[in-house]
């Protein structure tokens, strides 16, 4: 996904403009695309600014979110379940069919971490 054009260059379009230029003569003057001259105009021309729209899908909308409660309290009752339990799980009760992935980052968007304990021997200067 490209980066945004700053704002002050669309503040000068727009000023462009405002002097009676079209979209295409404004965008050649500031060494813009004929295409994002246009796209920009018509935003003034609806919108009346040229501010970027929002980059990205919205948040909040993806398969799991009505099943978030019954996840955490999945996890709430044992802490120790596998996401292979979890998918299982989800799979029987609600239906939802998802990748153990989808979980693993809704898990981890709602603080939910798992910390392996590492077993290690014994130091070797030590006495045993």
């Given at each position: 996904m490209s980066a945004l054009l700053p704002n002050a260059l669309r503040a000068r379009f727009k000023a462009y403009l405002e002097e009676g230029l079209s979209g295409r003569a404004?965008?050649?003057?500031?060494?813009?695309?004929?295409?994002?001259?246009?796209?920009?105009?018509?935003?003034?021309?609806?919108?009346?600014?040229?501010?970027?729209?929002?980059?990205?899908?919205?948040?909040?909308?993806g398969k799991l979110a009505p099943h978030q409660a019954f996840l955490e309290e999945l996890v709430a009752q044992g802490p120790d379940i596998t996401l292979f339990e979890l998918l299982d799980a989800l799979a029987m009760a609600e239906g939802v069919k998802v990748h153990h992935s989808s979980i693993a980052a809704l898990l981890k968007r709602l603080g939910f971490s798992y910390k392996k304990n590492r077993w290690s021997p014994p130091n070797s200067t030590e006495p045993a």
């Open positions: 404004a965008a050649s003057r500031l060494k813009l695309s004929p295409a994002t001259g246009t796209r920009w105009a018509r935003a003034i021309w609806q919108r009346g600014e040229a501010a970027p729209a929002p980059q990205g899908r919205p948040r909040g909308g």
